[in-house]
């Protein structure tokens, strides 16, 4: 998948409809788990990539969803849901889908 020109292996979209979120994965990155020749070593990292993206992406799609519900309890409004992501303890960016990786990965930091 590109993106304004940057390859990306995952995505989250709020559809046209407000009620579908869509999250989906590169072809190209589940491909190389098909491939007979791939070691246990390569396999195993790519496992984990894997479910690393789709844990993130879940992330993303849990925050459209709340704020989307909190839309319609405040406002009314049936629209597609503010884009602007919480910010998590002291991170610098607001990015649902790496503050979960770091808590995840590095609970001690949390």
């Known amino acids: 998948m590109s993106t304004g020109g940057n390859t990306v292996f995952a995505a989250t979209r709020f559809s046209e409809s407000p009620s579908k979120i869509t ?8 491909a190389l788990l098909l491939r007979p020749d791939i070691n246990e ?4 990292a790519l496992n ?18 709340k704020r989307h519900r909190q ?3 405040q406002f009314g409004i049936d629209s597609l849901p503010s884009i602007l992501e919480p910010y ?3 991170e610098q960016v607001a990015e649902l889908g790496f ?6 990965r590095f ?3 949390v």
């Open 107 to 109: 609970p001690d930091s």
């Open 23 to 30: 999250c989906s994965l590169s072809y190209e990155r589940v």
């Open 71 to 73: 839309q319609l309890r």
């Open 48 to 65: 984990f990539a894997l479910a690393n993206s789709m844990v993130h992406e879940i992330m993303h799609a849990f925050g459209f969803a």
């Open 41 to 44: 070593a390569d396999r195993l």
């Open 99 to 104: 503050s979960t990786e770091n808590a995840v």
């Open 88 to 90: 998590f303890m002291d």
